[in-house]
């Protein structure tokens, strides 16, 4: 045989092996999954995949059935991230349909003459709310990536809004955690409280106006919501309490489709949110930091310790170059290097905790940090796998518990405050305590920093997906639970997973109860750690495993009420 015909078939058995080796293009579940904060949520999502709807579908149904039952955490008035695999083009891209400021917003929109930050200005009411996303991105992602019509869709929506949901403890929590500000708004206290109180478990909570906003949505698409008659409510309801929105801020308002944050740890391919969440950028610092150790090999709290130190800074990055990156130069390619992350691995002490102020100083000079939430357990994610190997891992939110607690009336929908995302006062800390620079200030038509994570994981022998709210500790709730992952891959493993976090300022290391050991804590302490333990549990995590062996599974976070299933597609 001639040399040259030897090569070819050499390139094209090398070639075609090649090919076959590529497991997600090849590998088709045996069983389809939906992991979400609700059952409700969860059961709709089952129901339109069972109806013959893909993974997208199944995401616009559990997306909007959470803005029915789940109130508290997201819903048509907010926004959120949507990470799509495509399986037949093994693509992978994010839906961007993060709130914008209005067109009115500016600066110095939060602060007094004196400069100073109006209290609760971006928390509660009209001014704290973005224009939300959240429905842009259920019609894009009908348009492009699903199969069955909006309506067919939305209908299991439609009928938890219009049939009602019965009151559970976590809904008791939340509305009691934001009661004040629902009694002042009284559109909001008429539907999500009872006589002005907060409703007693079982208690129906029923949403006519809702319902009749996602049915009009379902017939008339982006323009349902965006323009006409519920643009003009959502409007004149924002404008009657000092707020700034205009009929031009929706009716500009899009998604954007970006590409995912992608970076390697190990044989993990790790797929996360960019910019203008700051997820996918600090889950690359802190993997790619402690890939250079040999972690595994390491005791339990020498992990812990570089873990710790590995948040410290990229907590700080994030405070310094982190914003929307349609509006300042945020280095993404640097950032998420492994030779920057090598290059501040190289600054750890084994031994020593380095105190926040000690790492490089942040211009304009980043004040105190004082976190006033610990609960994280409102803002939502949930994860889905179709049986043709499709994945949605999506994170929504309208912020705090409720959001602005401000509902415009005619339409049932409850605002977000997303706003307060955004460095009110570069320098300043917002409600999580998280300080902020210029680029993450506020503008006109800019996106607010984010922390949402939704994530997917491909390895070798399977995928994760996986993400949670928590405010700034989503994205150190993510990485435990993609360290979980490496080490087992039962997602019950990586919900429960005790948690701890640091993120640069308050120079503090707040932790769950069981996740470190009394051994751990005083050698931690000896280190020069600042350890606080946190008055609850928190995290509300939703995952889905499918090992190419062992197949799929599904698990929700115990510490909340989340429902995880994993069924047949007959
Ligand atoms: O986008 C963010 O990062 C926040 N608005 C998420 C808020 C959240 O997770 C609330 N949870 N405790």
Redesign the pocket.
Known sequence: MKRNTLFFILFIWTYSHAIYAIPTETKIPAQAAVASAHPLATQAGKQILLQGGNAFDAAIAVTAALAVVEPYSSGLGGGGFWLLHEQKKNKTIIIDG?ETAPALAHRDLYLDQNGAYIAKSSVDGALAAGIPGTVAAMVHLSEKYGILSLKTVLQPAIKLAEQGFPVTQHYQKMAQFRLSVLQSFPASAEIFLHNNKVPKAEHLIIQKKLAQTLRLISEKGHAGFYEGQIAENLVSAIQAEKGIWQLDDLKHYRVKEREPVQFQYHDMQVFSAPPP??GGIALATILQILQTYDFELLDETTQSHLMIEAMRRAYRDRAEYLGDSDFVKVPVTRLTHPWYAEGLAAGIHLEKALPSDNLHEIIPAVGKSVST?T?????THFSILDTQGNMVSS?M?I???FGSGLTAAGTGVLLND?M??FSALPGTANI?GLVGAEANAVAAGKR?????SPTIVKTPQGIALLGT??????ITMVLLGILEFEKNSDPSQWVKRARFHHQYLPDKVFFEKKAFSKDMITRLKKMGHQLQETDSD?GNMQAISWDYKQGVSAASDPRVEGQAIVFDIP
């Open positions: 993060r969440s700051s939430r609960e994280g357990q409102d803002t994170t939110s912020n705090y518990p997303e307060d995302d999580y607010p920093l984010s922390s949402m709210p928590g405010g700034s500790r989503i928190y």
